[in-house]
């Protein structure tokens, strides 16, 4: 009989199959367009801030003053950290990738929080928030504890992305960068259901708890296919050295089948429109008095006018938000290292918006695999074989 004989149509890495319905995003990849609940992404980044589309993100519309006030309270006053997670991070965070030590972290929050396992809507509502605030005191705090520094504690008079870069720097920063980090976390929230929203969505799926689903995001975000394509790619740039080797290392990549870190996507078949909001910022870094930051943006444009010319309207391979991501961070004084956990922070609002909205009519994730081994085997005993 031939093995292949009934065998149903495989959908490799579930491309293209629709395994439920959500109104927290909707990603165009036709059109490159990029909208979350109904704004597109390119209004949030210009009028919005960070705390007011994590609330749109929850909530599923813009808050008055009033609750946007009550929400942005709620957010400063969650940053604390417990003594232990901090230990814990000064334990590890010279010892693991910082998305190990993140991972860990974001999980023992649960063992501090009274009402982890209670699943309510509101419970899950406050410690979604809960989450969102402290991951960014996490992300900071692991940047901080591996640069060599002692843990600074958040300051509640500060906006957000003021607060993450005073806890990773121990200084109060600019508004101008305060500004550029904000929108990085606006484009990094959300982004429908990719690889690792679909893994906090399997394991909510379970009813496993809120933290639980979160932590398993945290893993799957980690990979250089998914979130950790941005520090990737900054270590490409820095390998390129200068723009005049650009070409001579994107082609020698692809011909040794390589792939470009930052470019190319599952859905996107055009440019990102978050990539192009990101790349807004190189321009002013190509007239930086610091030549890392010129050379980095350099590099960075001159690799994507090769890759456009080499992959793009040939296969569709175009920059994606991860590429430009790593130029602007060194620029506000991240080291490559926090780039992911930084992902991490911003995408635990998309993370908590698709779970919370899942579970109004939770359906267990349990997908088919066509099963091509043989049956029916004899055992034949250990000494007989
Ligand atoms: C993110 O899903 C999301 O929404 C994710 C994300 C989000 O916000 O959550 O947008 C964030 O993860 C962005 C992607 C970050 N990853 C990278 O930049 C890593 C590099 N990109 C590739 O690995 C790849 O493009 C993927 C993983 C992103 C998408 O891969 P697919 O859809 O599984 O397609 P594929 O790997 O099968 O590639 C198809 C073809 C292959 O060539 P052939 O074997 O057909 O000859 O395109 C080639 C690939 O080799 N290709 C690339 C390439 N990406 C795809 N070749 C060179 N460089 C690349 N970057």
Redesign the pocket.
């Known amino acids: 009989m031939d093995i292949n004989e009934g065998k149903p149509e495989i959908h490799a890495?579930l491309?293209g199959i629709y395994f439920t319905e959500s109104s927290v995003c909707k990603?165009d990849g036709q059109q490159g367009r990029l909208y979350y609940r109904g704004y597109p992404i390119e209004t949030l980044a210009n009028s919005s801030n960070f705390t007011e589309v994590a609330y749109l993100l929850l909530y599923g519309k813009l808050p008055t003053g009033q609750e946007l006030d009550a929400f942005d309270a709620q957010m400063r006053e969650e940053r604390s950290l417990p003594g232990e997670v901090i230990a814990e991070i000064g334990r590890t965070a010279a010892r693991a990738h910082p998305m190990d030590t993140m991972r860990t972290a974001i999980s023992m929050l649960s063992a501090y929080d009274a009402e982890a396992y209670n699943d309510s809507p509101d419970a899950n509502m406050r410690k979604s928030i809960r989450l969102i605030s402290k991951s960014a005191s996490i992300a900071a705090t692991i940047g901080r504890y591996r640069s060599g520094k002692l843990y600074v504690a958040p300051d509640a008079s500060l906006s957000h992305a003021e607060n993450f870069l005073y806890m990773l720097s121990g200084e109060k920063p600019d508004k101008v960068d305060a500004r550029i980090l904000d929108v990085m976390f606006t484009v990094h929230a959300e982004?429908?259901s990719?690889?690792?929203t679909f893994g906090v969505l399997v394991a909510g799926s379970t009813l496993a708890d809120l933290y639980s689903s979160v932590t398993a995001g945290m893993a799957v975000l980690k990979g250089?296919?998914?979130?950790g394509?941005d520090e990737a790619a900054l270590r490409m740039m820095r390998e390129i050295g200068s723009a005049d080797n650009t070409e001579r290392y994107i082609d020698d990549a692809?011909a040794g089948k390589k792939?470009?870190?930052?470019?190319?996507?599952?859905?996107y078949k055009t440019y990102d429109p978050r990539a192009r909001i990101v790349r807004s910022y190189l321009e002013s870094l190509l007239s930086s008095p610091y030549e890392e930051q010129r050379n980095l943006a350099q590099i960075a444009l001159s690799a994507e006018k090769l890759m456009i010319d080499r992959?793009g309207k040939a296969?569709g391979?175009w920059p994606?938000?991860?590429f430009f991501a790593g130029p602007v961070y060194v620029s506000l004084g991240i080291p490559a290292e926090v780039f992911t956990p930084i992902f991490a922070a911003a995408r635990m609002a998309g993370w908590c918006a698709h779970m919370l909205e899942y579970w109004k009519s939770n359906k267990l994730l349990r997908p088919l695999e066509y099963y091509s081994g043989q049956l029916d085997l004899d055992y034949v005993p250990v000494e007989k074989r």
Do not use: C, T
């Open positions: 890495g491309e990603v982004h429908s990719n690889a690792s250089p296919l998914h979130g394509a692809l792939k470009i870190m930052g470019f190319g996507h599952r859905v992959l296969k391979i994606n938000i991860d």
